[in-house]
């Protein structure tokens, strides 16, 4: 049995096209020159023929995929050994070559070293979710280190990195960019080059089988599961099923096609079905594109370069999912924003009083921690501001568990760890996972599960400045802080002015589930608390 990795073969000039179709399902058995997917360019649609006959273990692309010629776009298990038909794909793919007399594609095994081919893969990642290739760290050739990175992950809300499991040179690049990879899926071949002194294990099934090198399956690097079907993609463009043409049209039209239904097979997305979506919302009066519907006009397109010199820049993944998620929350929230100052001046005093013993533990403790503290416990005693609407509107969500988000400013965009249990972790915890947070957040190295299960989220502008901001509630938490610069007031103690350092608080809510009253309390237990952390303990 060898595993056959099957690629784009010479496409007669175009460039790069897209996949729009899986012709087999995993597991089916392919004949030679059957097709296994169908493209499409701005042109024509081509059949790309299996060169090998076996049955498919994997798809490397999926629906939607824009490839080029030699990317990798399945993997085929066939009988036994098979040259390649097609002249243009890459030879198989041979690991563990400890083989005297190695076939002229294997590797070369020396009386010193033995060298193979495997595979690196996703590491965990957290979660099931597939999240998408944006950059690829190594180049074809390139000497990797175990631990270097090879590619780099974005989901909605963070980057990470994949480092290598293996050290060798890369032989060939699997995944690509705008791929979605999840734990265990392939991401490069590696040729890694090991001593004589290989197992002993592998040198006798390598004589023993010597004819078959070539037919032994490539070897997988843990973790030892490989997804084996391809996944629904999830991102929005994705999961749109047209051709590049359409979408082309659609573009030209400012038609937004996730509203479009498609009437091709499949659902694919047709040329004819835009122009429908067009008529029929020019006869409705509604707008074609991605604003909110409802009526709000749009903002017009506007050529800035008539105007000056002009650069456009693309958008990161985590500023397009923070555009759409304000926006979203802006227009179905009913917001409204509450403020007050809170008397820090015994709490800083205090903060400032375990300099000496952060020191020694290695710890800052920032104001961030006692404001995560302090929600904690206003969260506690306010659980109103605990809930979240349930989808169908006839219930809420009444959480017992006490989780508050930071927000956290990056290079990258706006992004929002959690720290979880902030009710039942004391000062130095919490300001340890503050720290920890915020430097995952800043190298791009949080996990979608550190991002998850919020119920209230601070966002702290004091390190800045301000003396105040209506934040936007993170939705469907239905609250959120607003923390400005604290600043030395004078304060009239009844008798006299008193010089007190008063921190501008503003809290957002969403007042379908929170009234006026519920916030009021809310907001004055927070300051109370805040200028009197005794409070805290109780
Ligand atoms: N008023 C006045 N000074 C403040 C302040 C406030 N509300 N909050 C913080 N500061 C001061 C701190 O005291 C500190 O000064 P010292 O070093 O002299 O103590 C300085 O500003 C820097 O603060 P910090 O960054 O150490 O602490 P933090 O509690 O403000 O934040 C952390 C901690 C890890 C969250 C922070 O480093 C960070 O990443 N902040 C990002 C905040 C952010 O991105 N906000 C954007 C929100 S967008 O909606």
């Known amino acids: 049995m060898a595993i056959e990795i099957i690629t784009i073969p010479d496409l007669g000039g175009a460039e790069s096209v897209e996949v729009i179709e899986l012709c087999a399902a995993v597991g089916e058995a392919v004949e030679q020159e059957e097709s296994l997917v169908v493209l499409e360019s701005d042109k024509a649609s081509m059949d790309v023929p299996s060169p090998v006959q076996g049955s498919v273990v994997k798809y490397l692309v999926t629906e939607g995929d824009t490839?080029?010629?030699?990317?990798?776009?399945?993997?085929?298990?066939?009988?036994?050994?098979?040259?390649?038909?097609?002249?243009?794909?890459?030879?198989?793919?041979?690991?563990?070559?400890?083989?005297?007399?190695?076939?002229?594609?294997?590797?070369?095994?020396?009386?010193?070293?033995?060298?193979?081919?495997?595979?690196?893969?996703?590491?965990?990642?957290?979660?099931?979710?597939?999240?998408?290739?944006?950059?690829?760290?190594?180049a074809v050739g390139d000497q990797v280190e175990e631990g270097e990175t090879l590619v780099v992950l974005e989901s909605d809300k963070a980057t990470m990195d994949v480092?290598?499991?293996?050290?060798?040179?890369?032989?060939?690049?699997?995944a690509k960019e705008g791929d979605k990879l999840g734990t265990g899926d392939q991401v490069a071949l590696i040729e890694v080059t090991r001593g004589a002194s290989a197992p002993a294990v592998e040198q006798e099934q390598a004589e023993t089988t010597p004819e078959l090198a070539a037919d032994k399956p490539v070897e997988v690097v843990k973790p030892a599961a490989v997804a084996a079907t391809p996944e629904t993609v999830t991102s929005d463009s994705a999961e749109i099923y047209a051709g590049p043409a359409v979408r082309l049209f659609a573009r030209e039209l400012g038609v937004d096609l996730s509203q479009v239904s498609g009437t091709g097979p499949k659902g694919r997305i047709q040329k004819d079905d835009v122009n429908n979506f067009v008529k029929s919302a020019l006869k409705s009066g509604g707008n074609t594109g991605s604003g909110s519907g409802a009526g709000i006009p749009q903002v017009p397109a506007i050529d800035f370069s008539q105007f000056g010199e002009i650069d456009t820049v693309k958008l990161s993944k985590i500023q397009k999912v923070t555009a759409n998620n304000m926006q979203r929350n802006w227009l179905n929230v009913p917001?409204?924003?509450?403020?007050?100052?809170?008397?820090?001046?015994?709490?800083?005093?205090?903060?400032?009083?375990?300099?000496?013993?952060?020191?020694?533990?290695?710890?800052?403790?920032?104001?961030?921690?006692?404001?995560?503290?302090?929600?904690?416990?206003?969260?506690?005693?306010?659980?109103?501001?605990?809930?979240?609407?349930?989808?169908?509107?006839?219930?809420?969500?009444?959480?017992?568990?006490?989780?508050?988000?930071?927000?956290?400013?990056?290079?990258?965009?706006?992004?929002?760890?959690?720290?979880?249990?902030?009710?039942?972790?004391?000062?130095?915890?919490?300001?340890?996972?503050?720290?920890?947070?915020?430097?995952?957040?800043?190298?791009?190295?949080?996990?979608p599960n550190d991002m998850q299960g919020g119920c209230f989220t601070?966002?702290?502008?004091?390190?800045?400045?301000?003396?105040?901001?209506?934040?936007?509630?993170?939705?469907?938490?239905?609250?959120?802080?607003?923390?400005?610069?604290?600043?030395?007031?004078?304060?009239?103690?009844?008798?006299?002015?008193?010089?007190?350092?008063?921190?501008?608080?503003?809290?957002?809510?969403?007042?379908?589930?929170?009234?006026?009253?519920?916030?009021?309390?809310?907001?004055t237990y927070l300051v109370k608390i805040l200028s009197d952390i005794r409070h805290m303990t109780l």
């Open 335 to 447: 917001h409204v924003t509450q403020f007050d100052d809170a008397d820090i001046t015994d709490l800083e005093a205090f903060r400032k009083s375990l300099k000496a013993e952060g020191e020694k533990r290695g710890i800052k403790v920032t104001p961030v921690a006692f404001l995560i503290k302090a929600a904690a416990a206003a969260l506690v005693a306010n659980p109103e501001f605990n809930r979240s609407l349930a989808g169908d509107g006839e219930n809420y969500v009444q959480k017992h568990y006490i989780n508050v988000g930071m927000a956290v400013d990056t290079p990258r965009g706006l992004v929002v760890p959690v720290i979880k249990d902030a009710d039942k972790k004391g000062i130095w915890e919490i300001s340890s996972d503050v720290i920890t947070m915020a430097t995952l957040a800043r190298e791009g190295k949080l996990k």
């Open 67 to 138: 490839v080029k010629v030699g990317d990798a776009i399945a993997e085929v298990e066939t009988a036994e050994a098979q040259v390649s038909a097609e002249p243009a794909a890459p030879e198989p793919v041979v690991a563990e070559t400890a083989v005297e007399e190695p076939a002229v594609e294997t590797p070369v095994a020396s009386e010193e070293t033995t060298t193979s081919e495997q595979i690196a893969l996703v590491p965990d990642i957290g979660n099931d979710d597939k999240v998408e290739l944006i950059e690829i760290s190594v």
């Open 163 to 174: 480092p290598s499991t293996l050290t060798g040179t890369v032989k060939q690049i699997i």
């Open 458 to 523: 601070i966002s702290s502008l004091g390190a800045i400045g301000g003396n105040g901001f209506t934040p936007i509630v993170n939705s469907p938490e239905v609250g959120i802080l607003g923390v400005s610069k604290s600043q030395m007031k004078p304060i009239w103690d009844g008798s006299d002015f008193q010089p007190r350092l008063m921190l501008p608080l503003a809290i957002s809510y969403d007042h379908r589930v929170i009234n006026g009253g519920d916030a009021g309390r809310f907001m």
